[in-house]
């Protein structure tokens, strides 16, 4: 079947309109041939307004290190990281004028911080900038104690006595049984923690004091009326980003918010903003055929993982832009990307404006395959059946027999979509805020379909 039909078997499309990027800019020229190798002196850099920091534009996010097996440490839990591997594209990203790194507790099922202090320690502390997360986001690590020792186990795990920049990991998330409001509460504020950050900050521990957002946008307004008010001072805010959700978050799910809307409110109060899922756990990275002959026609050169970050990082208001960079290929072109950025220009902008229209038409599962939502308690692999089910949607003739076979080597039968109970113990955990037992009938639903035709 072709990809429509594919489409219209598992749900139906969608329409709408697009709207300019206020911060692109127009540029003229052509870009000369790109040499193997960037160039450290040409990295983009970006003016932290508070410290005077001067950040490299790309930013690694330590989430999807290699491991000595197959996968990454986000997705084989049983897997050792490789920490040569790490230490050698770390080793890169330095010397080639990367000097923003991005960790958490939670990263790597727990191993991030500590592979990124392995790797990091090596090279004078005054060479990068670190960035981690106070990911209590379990119950029990609410109590003051419990989150006080982790940030002190992080500063332990990453071999240093200050965290240039904090954050307070997916705020406007819920718990079971709380809404957002009462889970940040817990959180952050009836254990006094939020106030024992700032005197972290005071003291040095902490260099800047943020938080990254993924959830109730009532949240995120309350922070920055707190930051208005000058209840809190927010120094940087990570939001997600991408030409995709600048306009067509909320379309893909009613209760996510449009990237405009976050960077504008951030940028107006003169906020730096850090950019995650520039990529969308890659699924901008891979694009549909006639997805794809567009862009070669704007730029044959061009690959869509280039586009999307020349998107993300042109807005002047962003400090850096991160990319979970597993694989040294990866790292060498989104250096080169970044060295130097070439804003999108306004002729580019509306080009993509179009595409993300198209892409929106596909109506595919937006997983960034975080694995926040792993492990199911009855053994789904949640992450592979939305990829699989992401990626035959950019195919243009996908026959039956094939999508059913590919499904089966994607994902075990005993972890596919069938044997999805609707049990919601996944719902909370999901930063996309997706409905996912429902999503999981919807692809059981097809399967059986197939298996028809």
């Excluded at 970006?46 to 097996?69: A, K």
């Excluded at 954050?167 to 049984?177: A, D, N, R, T, Y």
């Excluded at 009836?190 to 972290?200: A, F, K, S, T």
Aim: aromatic share 8%; proline share 6%; with cysteine.
């Amino acid at each position: 079947m072709n990809r429509r039909d594919f489409i219209k078997h598992s749900t139906a499309a969608v329409a709408g309109t697009s709207v300019l990027l206020t911060a692109c800019r127009k540029e003229s020229g052509v870009r000369s041939q790109e040499s193997a190798e960037s160039n450290p002196s040409q990295m983009t850099l970006r003016i932290n307004p508070n410290t005077g920091d001067r950040v490299s534009l790309l930013g690694f996010g330590m989430m999807r290190l290699p491991t000595t097996e197959t996968g990454t440490a986000r997705e084989n839990g049983d897997a050792p990281i490789d920490q040569e591997a790490v230490n050698e594209m770390v080793d890169y990203a330095l010397a080639h004028g990367v000097n923003y790194f991005d960790t958490s507790p939670v990263y790597c099922q727990g191993h991030s911080e500590e592979a990124t202090g392995i790797a990091l320690s090596r090279h004078p502390r005054n060479s990068y900038f670190i960035a981690t997360k106070l990911s209590n986001f379990s119950p029990g690590a609410w109590p003051r104690k419990e989150s006080q020792a982790m940030l002190r186990r992080s500063l332990e795990y990453l071999r240093t006595d200050y965290i240039d920049y904090l954050l307070l990991h997916s705020i406007g998330g819920s718990s079971k049984g709380m809404d957002a409001l009462q889970t940040f509460n817990a959180r952050y504020m009836e254990n006094g923690i939020l106030d024992w950050l700032v005197e972290q900050k005071e003291k040095g521990v902490i260099r800047n004091l943020g938080f990254s957002y993924h959830g109730d946008i009532r949240i995120f307004d309350m922070l920055l009326q707190w930051h208005d008010e000058g209840k809190y001072h927010w120094d940087f805010v990570q939001i997600q980003l991408n030409y995709l959700d600048w306009n067509y978050a909320k379309r893909n799910n009613p209760r996510n918010t449009n990237a405009s809307y976050l960077y504008n409110e951030l940028a107006k109060r003169g906020i730096p903003g850090v950019i995650m899922e520039p990529l969308l756990g890659g699924r901008l990275a891979k694009q549909p055929t006639h997805i794809l002959k567009e862009m070669k026609r704007a730029d044959i050169n061009a690959t869509p993982a280039e586009w999307a970050l020349r998107y993300a990082g042109t807005p002047e208001k962003i400090m850096t832009v991160l990319s979970g960079m597993t694989y040294m290929e990866h790292l060498k072109e989104n250096c080169r990307t970044f060295s130097p950025l070439r804003p999108i220009s306004t002729e580019e902008n509306t080009m993509l404006m179009h595409l993300a229209d198209e892409i929106c038409n596909l109506n595919a599962i937006p997983c960034t395959a975080c694995n926040y939502c792993m492990p199911c308690p009855y053994g789904l692999n949640i992450p592979a059946i939305f990829s699989h089910y992401n990626n035959m949607l950019t195919e243009e003739n996908v026959p039956a027999r094939r999508w059913l076979n590919g499904y089966d080597r994607a994902v075990p039968k005993l972890r596919q979509a069938d044997h999805c109970i609707g049990c919601d113990h996944c719902i909370p955990h999901c930063p996309q805020r997706i409905n996912i037992p429902e999503e999981m009938q919807k692809i059981d639903n097809l399967v059986e379909q197939l298996k028809q035709s």
